[in-house]
């Protein structure tokens, strides 16, 4: 078996005092895909930058093979002393790397490369720090939050490109689909410590759940065995003193072991503060339309929305999602068309920009409104330092100002803001940013009970389907250039995936292909027309040859798929790897022969079905 890219061994590391890694490891062998997970704060990023050599932790070992390249994308780019997005990709490529690969990367992530680095949006940002990374093809990738500030088609292109990379990736995410569509081992950091499972994020939650169980009753066994010892001496014979001295020695050692178990952080008490019942009917649109200049944003829509509803707002940035929920909740005016609102409707909003929130308030300030140490809670009043324990704030954290909180922890305190105040409407723009796996679940569950109804704008994916009850997206999902109207489809994400017949990324790049293949072509035509003395060629036909490998290839593909799959399955037993380390490292090189052969296959059926159907063979 080969020896693993990197490593890193008993990392330790103490932030001001508190130990926030204590032994920590990690292992990223040749093409692996790695998923890391863990509760906010645990130290994911940190152990992250230490895999990439940019912290130096306090104990541990880093090995890093001769002549492996590693690159890491950061969930804050710095583009310091760049004046294009193009020089600020190109600075990330070795000498022996292609300069095109650059330009390529950026264009399929919808920047041109001239962009000045100062001006660019987070979602603009996230995109050029993406192509920096990708552009080497480096033999391991570490992605923190890649996903961030990204619409759903470029999450999804971004999900296929990585996908079909050979590079080892470990990835830091909150994006369920994501982890769970390219992970194969997960590594969840826990308390300062790491542990692993050689299989994907689909596996994790149940596997953690159960090793939860298992220290709790490690626990109640330790607190049943000390009391049993404090039993003894209280009540115990007084004799054989010296054998009695080393009894309360071991005693005490008990107590020093309880004393340093390091609990699970306990999990957020969400409610959402109910109002009365709304009317029946909350929203209605009717031949709804609005522009900026010639932008078209929303044209003729027409929409109800029932009490009770959970509508999924869906698109590439730039749609009009924000816009279009500003138009149904009556905070825009709609530049023809009629919005209607409902009876009795009490709503509440959580932008996705965090804008309620005065960075120079503490938390305190920012819950209470500033008036003392009472926050009310569905009109009932609450300290506000039992409403904070509710959301994972320590009472230290009480005068902490908002402008120091991580982007996970200013999401829980507007997520506390929102439920404070009763409703029957929830409006939430992208409300699952920065938030973990756990807090998100909780999230979902209120979501499930809440009796009002929700407006719901995301782009993760997961979150939808579990969530909501129809989705609308645009008709052409192209964004900014499209027509502005919109389609609602029953059901969640997913289930909008299956009535369009394609992903939002899938069909977004076979727009942006067909204008490329016509500049391609345009060249060649015109050499044409200029040559009048040229004779025109006889039509192109398929050779036999050509005829037979279309006829074959759909059984080769699915013979390579089914061997692939029946790879994939054996690989994810968990023992296979600890009892046979030869035998994995075969059938890793057989499935990554498998792919390859499958993706050859793939690329020449497509190549010659196009050519059957341009030449109407």
Known sequence: MTAPLLTLQNIRLTFGGTPLLTDASLTVGEGERICLVGRNGSGK???????????????????????????????????????????????????????????????????????????????????????????????????????????????????????????????????????????????????????????????????????????????????????????????????????????????????????????????????????????????????????FGDQQIVKNLSLRVARGD??????????????????????????????????????????????????????????????????????????????MKDFLFSPEQARTPVKVLSGGERGRLMLARALATPSNLLVLDEPTNDLDLETLDLLQELLADYEGTVLLVSHDRDFLDRCVTSVLTPADAAGPNGRGEWIEYAGGYSDMIAQRGSDLAGRARARTERPKEKAEAAPAMAVAASSPSQKPTAKRRLSPKEQHALKTLPGVIDKLTREVESLQQAMEKPELYAKDPAGFAKMARALEEAQAKLAEAEEQWLELEILREEIGG
């Open 310 to 387: 959970r509508i999924g707002i869906v698109g590439p940035n730039g749609a009009g999602k924000t816009t279009l929920l500003s138009l149904l909740t009556g905070a825009l005016e709609p530049d023809s068309g009629t919005v209607r609102l409902g009876a009795n409707l009490d709503m509440v909003t959580l932008d996705q920009k965090r804008m309620a929130l005065d960075p120079n308030w503490n938390l305190t300030e920012a819950l209470t409104g500033g008036r003392g140490d009472t926050v009310f809670v569905g009109g009932q009043p609450r300290h506000v330092i039992s409403y």
């Open 45 to 291: 990023s940190t152990l992250l930058k230490v895999a990439a050599g940019l912290i130096e932790a306090d104990h541990g070992e880093r090995v890093l093979q001769s002549g492996v390249t590693v690159r890491y994308l950061p969930q804050e780019p710095d583009f310091e002393g760049f004046s294009t997005t193009l020089a600020y990709v190109e600075a990330g490529l070795g000498p022996a790397d292609d300069p095109y690969r650059a330009l390529y990367l950026l264009n399929e992530l919808g920047l041109t490369g001239e962009e000045d680095p100062r001006n660019l949006s987070g979602g603009e940002a996230r995109r050029a720090a993406i192509a920096r990374v990708l552009a080497p093809e480096p033999d391991v990738l570490l992605l923190d939050e890649p996903t961030n500030h990204l619409d759903l088609p470029a999450i999804e292109w971004l999900e296929h490109e990585l996908a079909a990379m050979r590079s080892a990736l470990v990835l830091i995410s909150h994006d369920r689909r994501f982890l769970t569509n390219l992970s194969r081992a997960t590594i969840w950091l826990d308390r300062g410590a790491t542990r692993r499972i050689d299989r994907g994020f689909e596996h994790f939650e149940a596997w953690r759940d159960q090793i939860l169980e298992e220290e709790e009753r490690d626990r109640e066994r330790l607190d049943k065995k000390i009391a049993m010892e404090l039993e003894w001496v209280r009540y115990g014979v007084t004799a054989r003193r010296k054998r009695n001295m080393g009894r309360m020695r071991g005693l005490e050692a008990l107590r020093q072991q309880r004393r340093e178990q390091r609990r699970v952080q306990g999990t957020a008490r969400m409610a959402a503060s109910e109002s009365e019942q709304s009317g029946k009917l909350v929203i209605e649109a009717i031949n709804v339309s609005k522009a």
